[in-house]
């Protein structure tokens, strides 16, 4: 991944709404949701959530397929870990790094 790409992808979810929607896509998996499912389980309004969907899709961290009438939005899991490989690249100067979990960290 890029810079740029890094930057947009970064960018989208730096947003509240997208970044919800992107954790309910998420939590979807690889069936994903509909927008009116996500509108209701979001309880956003649709046109709010449609603009907030085209930042995503934009970004690449969002696909969406149409199933006769009706429009599936899924996570792009290959880019957002590509994202957080890219976030991680250089951690600890190259060397493995022994994952601490957050509950552990004393820098939290």
């Known amino acids: 991944m890029d810079e740029k790409i890094a930057v947009t992808s970064l960018a989208a979810l730096a947003q ?55 429009l599936i939005y899924r996570p792009e899991l290959a880019h957002m870990n590509a994202l957080l490989s890219y976030l991680t690249a250089h951690c600890c100067q190259g060397q493995a790094c022994e994952l601490v979990p957050a509950t552990e960290c004393t820098t939290c």
Not at 38 to 44: E, F, I, Q, R, S
């Open 16 to 70: 509240p709404m997208r970044l919800r929607i992107f954790r309910a896509l998420v939590g979807a998996g690889p069936q994903g949701m509909t927008p009116g499912d996500l509108a209701a389980t979001l309880d956003v309004p649709a046109s709010t959530l449609s603009f907030h969907l085209k930042g995503l899709l934009v970004s690449g961290l969002v696909s969406q397929e149409r199933d006769g009438r009706h």
